[in-house]
Structure formats: C-alpha cells, structure tokens
C-alpha cells in the first residue's frame, strides 16, 4: 500500500512540471498558431472576428501577394521581399558591425597598455548607457545633415555605434592566459597575426552567441528605421506590417498581414536553429 | 648554439628592486640552473632574458650579441612555461609548427622538423590531437617539441614540472636530462625544486630577493655553501645551524650546549670571535664517545633513511639523518659527534660563509 502510494505520488511529482510547461508552451504557441492559421484564410474571414482554428485554403495566393505585389485589396504595400532583403541587410551589417568593433576595441583594451587606457573603456563602457532612442534626435540630425536619410548607411551605422560587446568580449580575452600571450610573442607572431591565428579561433562560440542576439536585436528595431526610412524602396519589415495596418479594422487586409508576420519571423529563427549548432559544437569541443 | 652573458643586470617594479644586478655567464651549452623560493625573482630573471619583461639596468647578451632592446621573436629563444601555454584550438603539429609558419620557413622542412621532434618526443602518434586531448606529461612534451623545432640558440625553462604529480615528474626530469644530453644547447632552467636543480643543473645559480647567493656546480653548493640560506636551502632535511665561539686558543669551537668541537682548520682571524656552525643531518654520526649528547624527540622512519628530531642539553634543535632503519627510540639519549669536514662556519651577521 505504502509503496504504491509512493509509486502514485512520485508520478504526480513527474506530470506537474510538464503539465505547467505544456500549459506554458500552448500559451506562448497560440498566437503563432492563429497567426499561421490566419494566414491561410481570406481577409473578410479574419475580419469578421471569428476565425477557424483550421486551416483556410488560401494560403499560397495570400503568401504570393505579400511577397511580390504592391496592391492588396484595400492598402497599398511595399512588397515583402524588398522590405525582407531591407531587414536582412540591416541585421547582418548591425550584427556583423558591432562584433567586428567591439571585438577590436575590446582587443586594444585587454592586450594593449596605452595611455588613458582606461579612460577609453569607460568612454566605450558608457556607449551601453546611451542606446539609440536616448539620443535619437541629435543622431538624427547628424544623419539628416550627412544626407544619410533613405539610405543603408543611415540605417545602420548609428546602430553599430554602441559598443555592446566590447564589455562581453573583454572579459573573455582576460581569461586567455598571459602565458599564452607570451608563448605567441616568442613564437614571433605580432599583434595582427595573435588576433586573427588565435584570439579569433577561440573567440567562436562567443561571436556565434552574440551573432544570434545582435541579428534580432537588428531585425527588431523599429524606431530608428521609422524615422530614417521615407521611400517604400527602404522599409524594412517591422515598419511595413505597422504601416500595413492603416487606419482601423475596416480598411486592412489582415490576411496579407498573417503572411508577412510569417514571413518575418523566418531569419530570426533560421539564425537561432542554425547557430544552435555552432554552440552545442563548441561546448561539445570544450577546447579550453 | 650560444653563450648567455648577463652583466649587473637589474630590475625595478616602481619602487620594489626584484633583481639586484645579476652577473652570470652561462656557456655554450651549458644547462643553468637558477633555484630559489619562490618570489626571489627567478622567472623575472627568466622573462628579462627572454624579453618579455623590459630590463631596467645592465646588459643581456646571447652569443655576443646584446638583446636589451630585441622583441623576443628576435633573441633567437624558445621558452617552456609552467602552465604548457599550448594554443587549445591547434593541433600538436601546428602547435609545433606555428613558430616556425611565421618565421616562413618552407612547408617541407616544417614536416621534417616536427616529424623529429615527434619522434625524439614520442609524440608521433599524437600529431592531429588537439592539446585538451593530451595528458599533462604529453602537453608539456608537446611544449618542449615547440621549442625544439625552433633550433634557438638557447631554451628556456620557467618551473616546466610544476604542474606534474610527483612520479611525472620525476620521469620528465630524466628525459628533460637525457634531452640536454643529446642536443646540447645553452638552456636556462627556472625552479625551487632542489631535486630538479641537483640532478639537471651543470651549474646553479642559488637566488635570494633578487640576488645571486651562489654559483656553482651542484656538488660545490651542496658541499660548500657560500652563505646560511644556501645551506638552508640546499640538502633536505636542511642543514642544522648552531651558535658557536671559537676559543681564543684557534683550535676548538664551544656550544651553548657545553660540548666542544674540534675547528676544522686554525683561522686565526676568527679567534675569540662568535660565529654560526653548519651541521648537515647525514654528516652527523652516532658514536660512543661522541661530543654531542642529544634527548630523542621525534624519530620518522623513511625506510631507506631515518630522520630524529633530537635536543642538544641547552634546548636547542638538532636534526640527524641516518641510513638504514632505527637505532633509537623517543626519549633516549645519543651520543653523537661530527667530523671536523662536514663543519661549516658562517658569519652571524652577514650570513656569508667563513672561508677556510
Ligand atoms: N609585474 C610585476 N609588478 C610588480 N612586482 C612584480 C611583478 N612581477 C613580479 N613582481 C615581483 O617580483 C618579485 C619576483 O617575482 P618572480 O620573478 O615571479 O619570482 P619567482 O619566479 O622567483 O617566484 C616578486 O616579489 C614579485 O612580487
Ligand atoms: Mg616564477
């Protein structure tokens, strides 16, 4: 009896957890699900505020209208595969530009003694205080006096300028041993060749981690690509599906804006699946 | 192949003076070895001749060419680290092979480098491993195989055993030596380990808080200590040190204890004057009409040695080292007495040894 009891009680210690991380996992999923669901499914269906939890059979046509068209049937829209080749460069050059300045500036700060040294990490250290909505609007009119509206650099530059991961990646080049150091400076290798034969290689699994977060970090912003972008020709996806909702429920056609919410959510995951990998790899490799 | 010179050589952290001005010239392949306890400024030394720490006085020359102001890829040097310092993402071939990649040496004579190396290291089958593959014994080969390739004029060592168990490095000390014994280059060997020093060293350099207390061949320091922390350092257990008064006549040395020793040869100079004797623990013997009668304390039988703990009549300690399993037990009284060469007279105040 005892023992059964045990039996039954240990079962119960085993289904609460999941339960609750079902529950959790149905209620992140729903939206997604509906929002895949009514991508399938004809604007006057989805409007009329009872959609189908099945999917609709319009699902090719609506994909293939956000995708390349400018005219739905009540808005007119940027086609998605321009705003999505505007979102991927913004992320990549976002993401690919800060690793490449934070990893050199926190090289020169961990490796390097030069005067005010410190003061030159602290003045980069400060950058993470100063995101762009913080100073918004003198960059703005920096960007505006360049001639920088409308155009990839505009985009893009203010946003790599903050240093995010110099701090990330110092502390990790602190932990490479002097001896290390010492043993490639005997080995004749000079600063350059020390960063790119061994600092580099042993800094993967990081730039690979960083990479996933910057790449969203990019693909998400919206407030800065709001006030830069003017032309169509330069939207990028998150500003489009804002700008696809227009004035009130009557005039959207919310089935455009199911599919390119799908779409949109792509390369954020395929960068998450993919650099999956790349971690599981290095932490497998435990090199260090 | 090379000499190392260095000449009064000095260094300053700020205001703290590490190295004292330093005078050693090491020979063409010779192995020096530079021992003292740790903090006395051996790897300071070390990395001045490497060039990795700047010098702040005096001059540094491998074979004839002064280095003070060479990077250390220019000194011709290869150095071996306590902690291995092998790049973890290479390869055991590239590791060995990095060197001399920068230094454009072609891609053929890298192989056959290596493949000696390899081979005079055993580490042949290793070659595509990755260091985190290896064991402590194989890494720190695989770091004397990066300095091989080289062929530098001269290695240097930083305390390379430190990191191995016991039986390791024993192990790596006999192939370091037979290594030494084979390729014959100039090395300098930084340790605190006496027992790495005694059995590699042709010579050693005995360090104190930056300075040099001795140099010599390892039997002369062991046998002839040129101050008390030499005698102290060297010889374990170490040496036992005692007041002593040499009596006006030249002739004996009194203890506090009461006994009277026989001065080993009539200084006249050193006549009524007080001074510290040196007894090593094995020199000490067990004998019936002995000088010294000693209370047992202590005895630690070793096996092939025992070691007691005795008391000299006025409290003082009195080590004895004797061969063989043990003649005496807690409690008992021993005669014991020391033949006039294993006594070592030093200078109280300045510690330096009394010539004789
Ligand atoms: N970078 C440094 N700054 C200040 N003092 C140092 C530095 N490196 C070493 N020292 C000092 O120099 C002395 C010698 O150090 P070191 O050569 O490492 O000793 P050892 O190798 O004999 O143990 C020590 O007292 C140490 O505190
Ligand atoms: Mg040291």
């Known amino acids: ?288 | 192949m090379a000499t190392v010179d260095l000449n009064r050589v000095r260094k300053s952290y700020g205001a703290v003076e590490a190295i004292k001005g330093i005078d050693i010239a090491v020979a063409d392949g010779e192995f020096l070895v530079l021992l003292g306890p740790s903090g006395c400024g051996k790897s300071t030394l070390l990395r001045m001749v490497a060039g990795l720490e700047s010098i702040t006085g005096g001059e540094i020359a491998i074979g004839g060419r002064v280095v003070n102001g060479l990077e250390p890829k220019d000194r011709d040097i290869a150095m071996v680290f306590q902690n291995y310092a092998l790049y973890p993402h290479m390869s055991v071939f590239d590791n060995m092979a990095y060197g001399l990649k920068i230094r454009g040496v072609p891609k053929a004579e890298i192989q056959a480098r290596v493949a000696k190396a390899a081979e005079i290291l055993e580490l042949g089958r290793f070659l595509d491993r990755r260091p985190s593959q290896l064991s402590g014994g194989q890494r720190q080969r695989v770091a004397m195989g990066r300095a091989i390739v080289r062929e530098p004029a001269a290695f240097l060592f930083d305390e390379p055993l430190s990191n191995l168990d016991a039986k390791l490095r024993t192990q790596m000390r006999v192939e370091i030596k037979r290594l030494q014994d084979r390729l014959g280059v100039t090395s300098l060997y930084v340790t605190h380990d006496q027992v790495e020093a005694m059995t590699l060293a042709d010579r050693i350099l005995v360090m104190n808080h930056g300075v040099a207390e001795q140099v010599g061949t390892p039997l002369e320091v062991y046998q002839r200590p040129a101050s008390l922390f030499v005698a102290g350092f060297i010889g374990s257990p170490p040496m036992n040190v005692l007041d002593a008064h040499v009596e006006a006549d030249g002739r004996t040395l009194a203890l506090p204890c009461g006994a009277a020793l026989p001065l080993p040869h009539p200084q006249p100079a050193l006549n009524g004057r007080e001074v510290k004797l040196g007894i090593r623990p094995e020199h000490v013997a067990v004998s019936a009409d002995g000088a010294l009668s000693v209370t047992v304390d202590l005895v630690e039988a070793l096996g092939a040695d025992t070691v007691v703990y005795g008391r000299l009549p006025n409290g003082e300690a009195l080590l004895v080292r004797m061969a063989g399993l043990p003649v005496c037990r807690e409690g008992e009284t021993l005669r014991l007495d020391a033949p006039p060469p294993a006594l070592h007279l030093f200078d109280g105040a300045t510690g330096r040894r009394l010539e004789d």
Do not use: C
């Not at chain 1, 005892?2 to 999941?18: C, I, N, Y």
């Not at chain 1, 959609?51 to 956000?66: Q, S």
């Open chain 1, 1 to 288: 009896m005892r023992t059964d009891e045990s039996a039954f009680g240990r079962r119960l210690m085993d289904a609460v957890p999941h339960v609750v991380l079902i529950l959790g996992v149905l209620i992140f999923a729903f939206p997604i699900y509906i929002t895949l669901i009514g991508s399938t499914w004809d604007a006057g269906t989805i409007a009329r505020g009872n959609l189908p939890l099945t999917p609709g059979g319009e699902m090719l046509d609506n994909y293939a209208r956000a995708w390349n068209e400018t005219r739905g049937d009540r808005i007119i829209h940027t086609p998605v595969r321009i705003m999505m080749m505007n979102s991927l460069i913004m992320a990549l050059v976002i993401a690919l530009g800060k690793i490449a300045i934070s990893i050199i500036s926190a090289y020169a700060v961990a490796f390097f003694r030069f005067p005010l040294r410190m003061v030159f990490f602290w003045m980069i250290f400060i950058t993470l205080m100063l995101p762009v909505e913080v100073r918004i609007i003198p960059t703005y009119e920096v960007v505006a006096n360049m001639g920088l509206i409308d155009t990839y650099a505009g985009l893009t530059i203010p946003l790599i300028a903050s240093a995010t991961a110099t701090l990330l990646f110092r502390q990790f080049f602190l932990t490479i041993p002097d001896e290390l150091v010492e043993a490639a400076k005997i080995d004749g290798a000079g600063a350059l060749r020390f960063f790119v034969d061994v600092v580099l290689p042993l800094s993967r699994t990081n730039i690979a981690a960083l990479f996933v977060i910057l790449f969203i970090y990019g693909w998400n912003q919206y407030l800065w690509p709001l006030l830069v972008t003017n032309s169509g020709d330069m939207e990028t996806v998150v500003i489009g599906i804002t700008k696809m909702i227009g004035n009130g429920e009557a005039a959207t056609d919310w089935d455009l804006i199911m599919a390119t919410t799908v779409l949109a959510m792509l390369p954020p995951v395929a960068v998450v699946v993919l650099m999956q990998r790349w971690f599981v790899k290095g932490l497998v490799d435990s090199e260090k």
